[in-house]
């Protein structure tokens, strides 16, 4: 019963990619500790979670339904979490479950997790701490809530690109990214929130883990201040996407503003010289006998319209109007 290749188990030795039953018995029959991950499980993967780990039915039912909050359940021996990490895929997120006993660490989960790669290179060098149960999953859950960080930081650019190119052109494309960026930050939140309040759950010691103590507290307590700094970015960034947003309207509108003020200007321009035209078009006789020649045409003609224009703009500039 083969795991997926991009599955893996690390133990005091190191890491290993192919990862079969006889293995994980082995491991199990041997007492060392392990941290086996499961990424993408089939069906014949999960089956490793009965068989040979004994795992509750209702945490295997879990296990197999992606999409949950963030949560922690104690069972008999062992607990079971679910947390989240960031990952560059279509909704920023990584859900993976967590599976602590004495003995073994157990995470499955379906999407790429970037969060994972530098602890599986640390082992594979021989340069992985000694695995302990809350340490392990400490390690773990650690690597996950710091991916968030180097996301947000590229958020934060493409926020200050976006303020930028509003107040120098705004235009649809702009507003499109605005929403883009408040979803992403909305599922963010919808998950940070809940796992914040988890592990305030586990510092304050009303859930415990196999294996900790009050040394193992204070690790877990750095991994609460990190979901703490990050709630308080993603405030601060809906908060910079709504002033975006607010300056992006008000920048369209002062834009329309401006056209409908040269516009308004331009008619009103015209409406004298289209009452002066109007009016030598009427054809009364005594006009027609009397306006007459080439100098009552440049004098009626063109010369009062001159004047009409003149006479509007310095009215206009002395208002402020241009």
């Not at 920048?251 to 331009?266: A, D, F």
Request: hydrophobic residues 45%.
């Amino acid at each position: 019963m083969p795991i997926h290749h991009e599955s893996f188990l690390v133990d005091a030795e190191g890491t290993k990619s192919d990862v079969d039953h006889e293995l994980v018995q082995s491991h199990l029959d041997r007492g060392e500790f392990f941290w086996l991950d499961l990424h993408r499980p089939t069906g014949d993967q999960l089956a490793l979670l009965s068989d040979p780990f004994g795992l509750h039915p209702l945490a295997i039912e879990d296990a197999e339904h992606f999409g949950q909050r963030p949560k922690i359940e104690p069972f008999d021996d062992f607990t079971y979490l679910v947390v989240f990490g960031a990952a560059p895929d279509a909704d920023g997120l990584v859900e993976v479950h967590c599976f602590l006993s004495e003995r073994w660490l157990l995470t499955v989960h379906r999407d790429d997790c970037p969060a994972f790669a530098d602890l599986r290179r640390l082992a594979t060098e021989g340069r992985s701490p000694a695995l302990e149960p809350a340490r392990a999953l400490y390690r773990v859950v650690d690597a996950l809530a710091d991916s968030f960080f180097p996301e947000l930081s590229k958020l934060d650019d493409r926020i200050d690109a976006l303020e930028n190119g509003v107040l120098k052109r705004p235009d649809d494309a702009q507003l499109q990214q605005v929403f883009k960026l408040k979803r992403r930050l909305v599922g963010w939140r919808k998950v940070i929130s809940p796992e914040r309040d988890l592990f305030a759950r586990l510092v304050t010691g009303a859930v415990g883990l196999p294996g900790m103590t009050p040394e193992m507290e204070r690790y877990y307590r750095d991994v609460y201040d990190h979901l703490i700094r990050i709630s308080d970015l993603l405030d601060s960034y809906r908060d910079l996407l709504s002033g975006a947003m607010d300056v992006y309207l008000s920048t369209v509108s002062n834009r329309l503003n401006e056209v409908m003020k040269r516009l308004t200007i331009v008619a009103t321009v015209f409406m004298p010289l289209t009452w002066i035209v109007g009016f030598f078009g009427m054809n009364f006789a005594w006009m027609v006998r009397q306006v007459n020649g080439v100098a009552a045409f440049v004098a009626l003609g063109v010369i009062s319209q001159l004047i009409a224009v003149a006479i509007m703009l310095v009215f206009f500039r002395r208002r402020g109007w241009v």
